[in-house]
């Protein structure tokens, strides 16, 4: 018998509710909003209510994935992150740097949309940074 | 208070008698739900005391039903306070727990807690830990009754009309265990509308609260938009008192008048 009450923060907006994820088995089978967290008090929305059954989810991505001859394939991080810098690379030194644009997310944290938007100007030196939530 | 608590769970523990004890501890700074295992250190147990005594209190009872749909041969200890000794109660009556598979350790809650609660019987039957504080009435609930009848309605209907429809009342609820539920039937409450047709989600739970709450006070807790729930289902519970001369999980099983097909006795 294996029951955990796992803490961890909501990845549904940024902005960063604490629950624990009720874990019996390895099977996640409840959420528990966290009282004692100063961002939600114990308190939830219904998404983030919801989390255990969205993780549990068949069609949830769990790796990056390279479209290889016309099929979304698997591939590690390393391969993803190699490839995706040297389409950037590429992609910049043939159309310049304005041929690339930046969507950012609700669903990360403000220091990590800091981040995508200072890689996006200093080291791609352009300006086209969004946001999801303007889509 | 806690030490009488850790050595009859490790007395518990360590004779075999139980699989394991679910309890609160403390994990990453936060207060969590955690189920103590045979050999493991008590010392990360707490009392879900935070700024305030309780103010961390979980519904202990609820997962203690997910341990035992898994397993149900097992023999589990819980710490239980007056509303989870009532919970406990009840949900051997609702067939959702068996008593001889569980066995309570209780605390008494402190008077700040029986104030603020307004607990009509803060402490458990059994009380291994604490000093039974003074019962208390509910005064919150007077004081909506003592409106008159427009201003009364007025208030409720401001407050049920902040609901946004997260389900945290019922998912924190103890007594929540329907595998159907009336507030997810499509016919009765609509999709994709906020806030959700009022008065009738709030007066559908309130109904359904018959009989089941135990005025743990963990759905208003959890309310994010700060609906009196507990008031309203104090209000429930007091209609049930006054004319069935029923408390929801006073004595064991003693069935709600509402589950009832005999003409109940009591009735004024």
Redesign the interface.
């Known amino acids: ?1 294996d ?3 796992v ?1 961890t923060t909501c990845t549904y907006c940024g902005c960063g509710c ?1 629950f ?1 994820l ?1 874990v ?2 390895g099977d996640p ?9 100063p961002v939600n008090e ?5 998404k983030g ?1 919801n989390v255990h059954e969205f993780i549990r989810n068949d069609k949830r991505l769990k790796q990056p994935m390279i479209r290889k001859d016309g099929h979304l394939t698997e591939v590690s991080w390393d391969e993803a992150l190699a490839y995706t810098a040297q389409r950037l690379k590429d992609i910049k030194a043939q159309d310049g740097p304005d041929a690339i644009g930046f969507l950012t997310s609700a669903k990360v944290t403000n220091e990590e949309n800091y981040l995508l938007q200072k890689f996006a100007r200093a080291a791609i030196n352009t300006n086209n940074v969004d946001h999801c939530a303007r889509l | 208070m806690i030490d009488s608590i850790k050595d009859k769970v490790r007395e518990l523990l360590d004779s075999g008698e139980i ?2 004890f679910l309890g609160l501890a403390e ?9 103590f ?1 045979q050999g493991e250190d008590l010392d990360i147990m707490v009392l879900g005391d ?1 700024a305030h005594p309780g ?4 519904p202990l009872s609820k ?1 203690l039903i ?2 035992y749909r ?2 149900p041969e ?1 023999t589990f200890g819980i710490l239980v306070r007056g509303c989870d000794d009532r919970a406990l109660k009840t949900l051997y009556t609702w067939n959702q727990l068996t008593p001889n598979k569980v066995i309570p350790v209780g605390i008494a809650c402190p008077q700040e807690l029986a104030d603020a609660c307004e607990c009509s019987r803060p402490y458990p039957d059994d009380i291994t830990a604490g000093e039974q504080a003074e019962p208390r009435l509910s005064e919150t609930v007077d004081t909506i009754d003592n409106l008159v009848l427009t201003d009364r309605f007025d208030y409720w209907m401001s407050e049920f009309v902040k609901c ?5 009342c019922s ?2 609820c103890p007594m929540c265990f329907c595998n159907e539920c009336s507030l997810k039937c499509d016919d009765l409450i609509k999709k994709g509308e906020l806030p959700p047709e009022i008065p009738v989600f709030h007066h559908t739970r309130a109904m359904h609260m018959v009989g089941r709450c135990i005025d743990c006070g963990l759905c208003e ?4 938009s700060g609906i009196p729930l507990r008031t309203l289902y104090k209000k429930v519970n007091t209609i049930l008192s006054s004319n069935f001369d029923f408390t929801t999980g006073m004595r064991r099983g003693q069935r709600s008048p509402l589950n009832s097909l005999e003409p109940v006795k009591g009735n004024k």
């Open positions: 018998m029951y955990r009450t803490l604490n624990f009720e019996l088995d089978i409840g959420t528990i909003p966290c009282k004692t967290s114990g308190k939830l929305c219904i209510w | 699989k394991g994990k990453h700074g936060h207060v969590a739900p955690h189920l295992q935070g103010d961390a209190r979980y997962y997910n341990l898994a397993y097992e946004i429809k997260c389900y945290g998912n924190i807790e959890a309310c994010p």
